[in-house]
């Protein structure tokens, strides 16, 4: 389903320069920044819906993915301290970061959190007493 919704081809535009076809791996690319996209300079064939929803589409699912990635960190710091016999609560948080209670302690942490700062946490936590 994603890439149907991230297809310009639905507002009527031919693309090129989506994809990155050489990444040094076989059968893999890689998506190419928005900015490097080559537009047709008019719509080739009906479009399905205008581009102004197709611009919101990509924000909506650029926002879901975002707030997947912080949940599954957030998951992945909850099961590391967790076997350490700590807890995580979200206290508050802004659009970057946000302020955790572990334990009896307050950090504040990016959002996403990134492995090496959920490892550093826990290496922490072992740490001390």
Not at 57 to 86: D, M, N, P, W
Request: net charge positive; glycine share 8%; charged share 20%.
């Amino acid at each position: 389903m994603e890439g149907l919704l991230a297809n310009p081809k639905l507002a009527g535009y031919q693309v090129y320069n989506r994809k990155a076809t050489r990444t040094g791996k076989p059968g893999m690319s890689r998506r190419n920044p928005l900015s490097e996209w080559v537009w047709s300079p008019r719509i080739t064939h009906e479009p399905v819906i205008s581009l102004d929803e197709w611009k919101a589409a990509q924000e909506v699912t650029a926002g879901l993915k975002a707030g997947a990635a912080e949940y599954i960190s957030l998951q992945q710091l909850r099961t590391a301290v967790g076997a350490l016999g700590h807890t995580v609560t979200a206290v508050r948080g802004n659009g970057t970061h946000r302020l955790y209670q572990i334990g009896d302690r307050q950090i504040v942490l990016p959002a996403p959190i990134p492995d090496p700062i959920i490892q550093q946490v826990v290496d922490d936590l072992r740490t001390t007493p």
